[in-house]
């Protein structure tokens, strides 16, 4: 069950500490010149013709199907509003990838028992997929003229009175007027035309043009949620999946499981005991000829079977301890601490009633390989082990003051340790600077026997 660090771990001591660009100005400067605002100033551009057309579309669809009910040819007109709402969302999901960089996946597709238009219709009618996207055609409406709006007038605003010197010439030469105009009644008029006024303008557009791609980001995650709440997987679909995927794991992780006892079998106790038989055999025939040469022969046979016994012991210990069963978490890893090359402190603080036998396993091999790793390239000199309970979940740390480097995307080793403990809702997170120290959780849920 030993993970190789060499390409799972992580290369401890041998990876790089990767520097990120640094930019020289402050990212409030920044942010009214980046592409990623000008991408979501745009997707809130578009989101006014695209809100009109889909509402309208929705609106005139779902009226005409509702209208027509008392007639059958209400069914596929409310089916065909249903399909095109899908196919809307569809666009809408590239936009917000293409413009927001939100990633959503599609929906589940429909389910249908039999072939045909009738079961289609119904499909589409039962779908509650197709009905959130007909959901998300109406409501995205109202809410991107309120974006559109906002976001419109602080840029238009922003960037004109930041600018104002450059095009206030234009009120005394072509509007009669000193400047822009603040307050005017019959017998008084205030201008901006003085170079204090002036000043004040630009520092308070500077202001609005730098506040603004935050209040537009700000909006635009309204519609990443919407998109992702409405035009996304359902939950229970979303469930299904991970579920199917975290029975693929458990499936591969038993089949290796399978290959590596019946390797270690061929290779190990099975050879052995091969090679005893023929040397029982051998010493068989001796007996009679030369006792001693057989009385060594048999001495040695001796030697062969406690070595062979040993290594059974040591595959029965891998496939699932005794001591695990017999005494529990704390009794199981203070042995396996026992075994470790570097000094551990191992501290259990469980309540009396064991976790499910599946979870007491995964738990154990996890500290198992982790400290495995940790005596095999960690080049710690200490380590320790923490085992509590927090509300419903397991929680396991193994801190070691080693080289550090350990990373779950570096190789199998560690991701293959975080997809086992995914398959049963569980977390791995690793904490491993270069130079140390490694701190590495663990988080698996508490389900009683």
Not at 14 to 42: D, I, T, Y
Not at 159 to 176: A, D, E, H, I, K
Not at 182 to 192: K, P, R
Not at 324 to 331: I, Q
Request: net charge neutral.
């Amino acid at each position: 069950m030993a993970t190789e660090y060499g390409q799972g771990y992580g290369s401890w001591g041998g990876s790089e500490a990767v520097g990120k660009r640094r930019h020289r100005l402050p990212a409030g400067l920044r942010a009214p010149f980046e592409a990623r605002s000008w991408r979501e100033f745009a997707y809130v551009l578009l989101s006014l013709p695209i809100g009109i057309l889909m509402f309208t579309y929705a609106v005139t669809m779902v009226s005409l199907g509702a209208g027509l009910l008392v007639t059958f040819l209400g069914v596929p007109v409310l089916a065909g509003a249903l399909a095109g709402a899908r196919g809307l969302g569809a666009m809408e999901r590239a936009r917000a990838r293409g413009l927001l960089g939100v990633e959503v996946a599609s929906p589940e597709p429909l389910r249908m028992k039999r072939s045909g238009a009738m079961a289609w219709m119904g499909a589409m009618l039962k779908s509650g997929t197709s009905w959130r996207h007909m959901l998300y055609a109406m409501v995205q409406f109202p809410w991107a003229v309120f974006s559109f709006v906002v976001a419109v007038n602080l840029w238009v605003f922003g960037w004109s009175m930041l600018t104002y010197p450059l095009w206030f010439w234009v009120f005394p030469m072509w509007v009669g007027q000193g400047g822009i105009q603040l307050y005017g009644d019959e017998s008084h008029h205030v201008y901006l035309d003085n170079p204090f006024e002036i000043t004040v303008t630009v520092l308070v557009g500077l202001l609005i043009t730098m506040a603004t791609p935050w209040i537009v980001r700000a909006l635009t995650t309204v519609d990443g949620l919407m998109v992702r709440g409405l035009l996304g997987p359902s939950l229970l679909a979303t469930r299904v999946v991970e579920l199917e995927s975290d029975r693929g794991v458990v499936v591969d992780t038993a089949a290796a499981d399978l290959r590596r006892i019946e390797r270690d079998l061929h290779d190990g106790a099975q050879a052995r005991l091969v090679a005893l038989a023929m040397d029982l055999g051998l010493a068989k025939e001796k007996l009679a000829e030369d006792p001693q040469a057989a009385a060594r022969m048999v001495d040695e046979a001796h030697g062969e079977v406690k070595t062979a016994l040993q290594e059974l012991r040591d595959l029965a210990r891998g496939i699932h301890p005794a001591v695990l069963t017999d005494r529990g978490l704390d009794a199981a890893l203070s042995a396996v601490a026992s075994r470790c090359t570097v000094p551990v402190q191992v501290e259990v603080d469980l309540p009396v009633a064991r976790p499910a036998p599946a979870i007491e396993g995964i738990a154990y091999f996890t500290v198992s390989e982790l400290l495995q790793n940790v005596s095999k390239h960690s080049r710690a000199t200490r380590a320790t082990v923490d085992v509590w309970k927090v509300d419903d979940r397991l929680m396991l740390q193994v801190v070691d003051n080693g080289v550090g480097g350990a990373d779950t995307s570096a190789g199998s080793g560690l991701a293959g340790l975080a997809e086992r403990l995914d398959a049963v809702d569980g977390i791995l997170v690793v904490d491993s600077p270069v130079a140390g120290p490694t701190r590495i959780t663990a988080e698996l849920p508490w389900r009683r026997a």
